[in-house]
């Protein structure tokens, strides 16, 4: 049974750092994009960042692009998404999620078939 999981969520005040992880379990993902998503109520899940297979590749969304940072450790399964300089409009459930397809550019959720069950993050003073 394959699993992500996310920990590191919470709440920061603005201008705060958070470092969320995201460990996967059941398979390895060392071929496949991993990212991280985030969504609010009302609104779809967006994409923030991924990162590619090797590792070496990150891409990001505008919104986040010199604050947020994405980065894999494939011998642990594992996926990070480092947080600075947050901001209240950061505020949201981040969701981590591996890509279907392994060795595929991928940016857009309905390119990611695995997904963890979200970690909250809340920047308020």
């Known amino acids: 049974q394959v699993q992500l999981e996310e920990s590191g969520g919470g709440l920061v005040q603005p201008g705060g750092s958070l470092r969320l992880s995201c460990a996967a379990s059941?398979?390895?993902?060392?071929?496949?994009?991993m990212g991280w998503f985030r969504q609010t109520p009302g609104k779809e899940r967006e994409f923030v960042a991924a990162?590619?297979?090797?590792?070496?590749?990150?891409y990001y969304a505008d919104s986040v692009k010199g604050r947020f940072f994405i980065s894999r450790d494939n011998a642990k399964n594992t996926v990070y998404l480092q947080m600075n300089s947050l901001k209240s409009e950061d505020t949201a459930v981040y969701y981590c999620?591996?890509?279907?397809?392994?060795?595929?550019?991928?940016?857009?959720?309905?390119?990611?078939?695995?997904w963890g069950q979200g970690t909250q993050v809340t920047v308020s003073s």
């Open positions: 999620a591996a890509a279907t397809r392994s060795y595929v550019i991928s940016l857009d959720r309905r390119q990611y078939g695995y």
């Open positions: 059941g398979r390895t993902f060392s071929g496949s994009f």
């Open positions: 990162i590619s297979w090797s590792g070496d590749i990150p």
